[in-house]
């Protein structure tokens, strides 16, 4: 299995501000994933990170809005330009080992003031 | 199109019952099955997962049923405690490791004491 951590765990911003979210892995992964949940709903695709590459974004998410880094094999970050209170909600890093099995971190909730 | 449905929104069973979640999906391409398991202020946690040359696997008290010929699965979760209320996501995907995975939108179990 993949242990991920996140940082912060909850953010509070004002509305136009930028924030980062890292993602650290307890080993060695190919791809990160991004994805975003709100309240109670399901979990909505974001962005995929391979090490060394450009991301990939899913419709709906773009590079200018949430770029992510992926500088090796066991870091991202996931930054959100010009927040907007409708970008309140809770993001997930998420990773699979060499099997089928996904993991995911324990999330960093954002508030958008 | 949504690839993976899920049955029924919300779900009340009382301690000691059996609960029965429904899930159906779109591309019969799909191979790889998991249910994830997510308590509230926590990311999804893996809980059991088939693939489609079963029909059925049995992990502790939780029991995937699988009908290929139908496209849908149930998960089964023999002798509810009030310890497994939680959202439980279905989720797809073709059985390789490069492929995304496609998740339901949830259903809430509440187990009563």
């Known amino acids: 299995s993949v242990l991920l951590y996140q940082k912060p765990n909850r953010d509070i911003c004002q509305s136009g501000t930028s924030l980062k979210i890292q993602c650290v892995a307890d080993?060695?992964?190919?791809?990160m994933f991004w994805y975003q949940q709100f309240q109670e709903q399901s979990l909505m695709l974001m962005a995929t990170a391979n090490e060394g590459s450009e991301a990939t974004y899913e419709s709906g998410f773009t590079k200018d809005k949430f770029p992510i880094s992926r500088p090796n094999l066991t870091f991202s970050t996931l930054t959100v330009n010009n927040a907007r209170p409708g970008d309140s909600s809770i993001y997930f890093c998420s990773s699979r080992d060499r099997g089928l099995e996904q993991y995911f971190g324990p999330g960093t909730r954002l508030t958008v003031l | 199109q949504q690839q993976v449905r899920q049955s029924p929104q919300s779900l009340t069973v009382w301690e000691g019952e059996t609960a029965i979640l429904n899930c159906s999906y779109e591309n019969s391409a799909f191979d790889y099955f998991p249910w994830y398991q997510q308590f509230p202020g926590e990311g999804p946690a893996l809980l059991i997962a088939?693939?489609?040359?079963?029909d059925k696997k049995e992990d502790g008290g939780f029991t995937i049923f699988f009908n290929k010929r139908e496209k849908n699965l149930s998960l089964h979760i023999k002798d509810s405690q009030p310890g497994d209320s939680a959202t439980y996501f279905c989720?797809?995907?073709?059985?390789?490791?490069?492929?995304?995975?496609?998740f339901g939108d949830g259903t809430q179990l509440v187990v009563k004491p």
């Open positions: 080993s060695q992964v190919v791809s």
């Open positions: 989720a797809a995907s073709k059985g390789n490791n490069n492929n995304r995975i496609f």
């Open positions: 088939i693939r489609s040359v079963s």
